[in-house]
């Protein structure tokens, strides 16, 4: 039986604001039971304890609910502003079957990393990558800007191709001030050969140099992480158009390890630059997911 959380089980519910609801409300119940016990959503006014801190600032409840030492942040720590950043590449539309794409699964993240963010009362604004970037909500943390995040991302459709370096220094001129950039692709490169891993790289560098924090969502359908192929197979470019007929039982194994090649090079590149990378793929239920961001927003601090 699929988890509540899963993809397959979102998807029968049509809105988009009761998929994201019921995501946020089973991954609160979920912490209940996990390292984050006792809290909940107050889980970012808080951080860990480090050597030089005042003691007197320990807040002895967190201790006695996680046996670790946590302090409060002032006020002015505590709210971040943070900017979804949107994959609109077409191949962000594939799937092998009728199960949620690679693009409806960024959506229902979105949403459900708007809402969360919507309670704890964090600015959260919405930019995509496209043929250029569009700012098409500017970071807010007032009532009703829930609503019209989850209005904007009902409106988004995968077409065409991305230049996701290009985007990515374009907001990184954007962006003024500190900020966290929360960016949701499949990270594949152009038909052209554009959008390769180390040009990726370096425009996230241009990100962090530019003082925001950054997590990757890197997210590919389970065909494309599990290749469940064989026999001859006709794949086709989902943004050329381009087909090509192989063998995929003699393919899989070098696919695979060219899988686990590109996924390790973006590992390895965010990793020195101090960027969050998050790997899933369109099966994982999405407490996993929200529970990479918690662990990556604690450790921020």
Known sequence: MPSSLSPESLQQIQRLDLKARMVIRGFLQGLHSSPFHGFSVQFSEHRRYNRGDDPKLIDWLAYAKTDKYFIKRFEAETNLTAYLVMDLSKSMGFTRNQSMNKFEYCTCLAASLTYLMTMQQDPVGL?????????????????????????????????????????????????????????????????????????????????????HDVIVFHILDEAEVNFPYSGSVEFEDTESGQTITVDASEIRDEYLQDLDEFRQQYRNGCDRLRIDYVPLDTSMPFDKALTEYLIQRQNRF
């Open 127 to 211: 930019l995509t990558c496209a043929e250029k970037v569009r700012a098409l909500l500017p970071a807010r943390s007032r009532r009703g800007h829930l609503g019209d995040v989850l209005g904007q991302l009902n409106q988004l459709e995968p077409s065409g191709t991305t230049h996701l370096p290009d985007c990515l220094t374009q907001i990184a001129a954007m962006l003024k001030q500190h900020s966290l950039v929360i960016f949701l692709t499949d990270l594949l490169p152009n038909s052209d050969g554009g959008g390769q891993p180390d040009e990726v790289i370096s425009s996230l560098a241009r990100l962090r140099h530019g003082g």
